[in-house]
């Protein structure tokens, strides 16, 4: 039988198919047909694995859209209340100022703007 031997100058590794160093060559084969069917198996596993990932990372990108789209939705509706707070608040401040109009006896014109009122407002607790 033929036999495989290792010369100094060839490569030193021997990290695939082992130390072949007076190893025959049906031996030989038989290692490597071993390592091949092993990283065969390996990349099989890593394609699974990737393919995981894969469907990981999809999952993870739909909850993240879902979840974008409900904080738009969220935001959507603060704003709607914080204009519906603005609005309350300037309606508050009216009707303070007309109520101390009233116990002060002062008339307040009929076209009262939002900017006036809130002037008024703040002069008043500027006063207080």
Request: with cysteine; aromatic share 4%; glycine share 2%.
């Amino acid at each position: 039988m033929d036999t495989i031997r290792r010369e100094p100058a060839a490569q030193n590794d021997t990290s695939v198919i082992g130390d072949v160093s007076n190893v025959t060559v049906p031996e030989w084969m038989k290692r490597l047909d071993e390592r091949i069917n092993e990283a065969q198996e390996n990349l099989s596993e890593l394609r699974k694995g990737t393919q995981e990932l894969s469907q990981g990372f999809a999952e993870t990108d739909r909850q993240l859209y879902s979840s974008k789209r409900m904080f738009q939705a969220l935001d959507k509706q603060a704003a709607e209340r914080l204009q519906r707070l603005d609005e309350m608040i300037y309606l508050n401040r009216l009707i303070n100022h007309l109520e101390t109009a009233s116990q002060q006896m002062i008339l307040v014109p009929v076209h009262v703007t939002r900017e006036k009122v809130n002037a008024m407002a703040d002069t008043r607790e500027s006063c207080v």
